[in-house]
């Protein structure tokens, strides 16, 4: 017989006369000549009840299943005689696959976050991360459809790389060579005996190379783990995380503040859609705000603000910042919450930033001192997406790396492209666990990752 789902028996819309079942125990619950089991099987938030009669043949591998066992259920699937659920099964057989210990440490109690960082790998069993990870899958399949619709090219962009796109150098340096021998030349490593013949690092970012295929291929996006060797243990930030990146050619930045918005709006409406129960969980016990800041995303029209008008509506604002805004300076969580939660209260699209903070591949705006780059800034979360129209022009690309000291060699395929039918062109990044953050509620971004990679933290 063929395991069904619990999502599938749950949502049948007749009984059925045979039915097998595989899942974990939640909690047995034994009454005088019967037991009840809750199991689940991750397919769903919801747990199937099943009762198992004292008569039938294996009874006792029902004793032996305490909170966290693994079983196999066979019976019929009926309208259940108790409150709060539709449906259960009558069991015929019962077996166990897995015991459980009797330490098992997710008992039928909350648990803090704190402690559940500590056993990511029983995590996933609990409802709330169960709920996270499901709605995790959700987001990534919506990703690829949003894009799918409307003719973009899904492209793997390498995770080894030599090239530094955000020009922080806060990046993971990737060698082969023998560390308690390393080669040296002129007191210097010398990568020319490295693997790859040169430094190597694992990237920050797919857009250099995004942005090769979109002037190949149009409308084009990566979707993969990047990585930020920065030692920071905030609640915003991670080693190891995964970003959505679309290019297009023959676009300038309103086309891309445009299609931000319409991405978060889409992901909002296939969540609300697709994961109702899931994301009901997060509005009943984690974030009470939630539902309404969803619709409020789905019935907004971002505003659209340049960066000179936000920083005098901070400089104006009659609250003290633990970083006081100034032109030049780049605007902090505080006060893209501020922007988005007090005084608008709705999305906002932050533009033309000035040049000094933003790296080189930004297009430079006529007035020299801006460049056309964008943020999408969010209520309960800040940025979710940063992005700019990229800098066509070969003589101004150029000029830029050597203002900041990048070296032409090392990215001379990267100016190639300024050489050979160079078009305006525009893309992002959204940051894909700020983007499950802001669908559950969550505010650590360690607890949408399956396996956060910090600083000091590789355990799993």
């Excluded at 901070?314 to 609250?319: G, Y």
């Excluded at 078009?423 to 505010?443: A, D, K, N, Y």
Aim: include cysteine.
């Amino acid at each position: 017989m063929k395991r069904t789902k619990i999502v599938h028996l749950l949502r049948s819309d007749r009984p059925l006369d045979e039915v097998l079942v595989k899942g974990w125990v939640r909690t047995r619950r034994d009454s005088k000549g019967f037991s009840f089991l809750e199991l689940n099987d991750g397919s769903c938030l919801k747990n199937l009840q099943v009762v198992a009669d004292a008569s039938i043949e294996d009874y006792g591998n029902v004793k032996r299943l305490n909170t966290g066992a693994a079983a196999a259920v066979t019976g019929r699937l009926v309208p259940s005689q108790g409150g709060g659920q539709k449906w259960e099964v009558q069991a015929d057989t019962v077996s166990v696959i897995g015991q459980a210990d009797e330490d098992y440490p997710l008992q039928k109690k909350r648990h803090s976050d704190e402690f559940l960082r500590t056993i990511a790998h029983l995590r996933p069993r609990t409802n709330k991360y169960g709920a996270a990870f499901r709605i995790r899958s959700h987001l990534a399949y919506a990703i690829h459809a949003f894009f799918r619709e409307r003719g973009f090219t899904y492209i793997h962009s390498p995770i080894i790389t030599g090239s530094d796109c955000e020009g922080a150098g806060e990046m993971f340096h990737v060698t082969a060579l023998d560390l308690k021998n390393i080669p040296k030349k002129d007191d210097q490593v010398d990568f020319s005996r490295d693997f790859f013949g040169r430094e190597a690092s694992l990237t920050v970012s797919g857009q250099l190379s995004a942005e090769m295929f979109a002037l190949a291929l149009g409308d084009v996006y990566t979707f993969g783990p990047t990585f930020r060797a920065e030692n920071s243990n905030t609640s915003r930030h991670v080693a190891e995380f995964w970003m959505v990146e679309p290019e297009m050619a023959f676009c300038d930045l309103a086309g891309n503040m445009d299609l931000g918005q319409e991405l978060i709006q889409y992901l909002t409406r296939y969540l609300l859609e697709n994961a109702a129960d899931d994301i009901d969980l997060f509005a009943r016990f984690v974030d009470k705000g939630l539902k309404a800041r969803l619709e409020g995303i789905l019935s907004s029209n971002f505003i659209r603000l340049p960066y000179t008008e936000a920083v005098e509506i901070l400089k104006r604002a009659k609250k003290k910042f633990e970083q006081p805004p100034a032109f030049g300076k780049d605007l902090q969580s505080e006060h893209e919450r501020y922007i988005t939660e007090v005084h608008f209260k709705q999305p906002v699209i932050i533009y033309d930033y000035p040049k000094g903070i933003k790296p080189f591949y930004m297009r430079v705006n006529d007035d020299g001192k801006t460049v056309a780059a964008m943020d999408v800034l969010v209520p309960g979360i800040g940025e979710v997406i940063g992005g700019s129209q990229r800098e066509e022009r070969l003589d101004v690309l150029t000029g830029r790396m050597d203002e900041m000291g990048l070296d032409r060699d090392d990215y001379w395929w990267y100016i190639d492209s300024r050489r050979y039918g160079s078009v305006p062109h525009s893309g992002f990044g959204m940051g894909f666990e700020r983007v499950i953050m802001l669908m559950t509620g969550i505010r650590n971004i360690r607890d949408v990752l399956p396996f956060p990679r910090t600083p000091g933290s590789i355990e799993f």
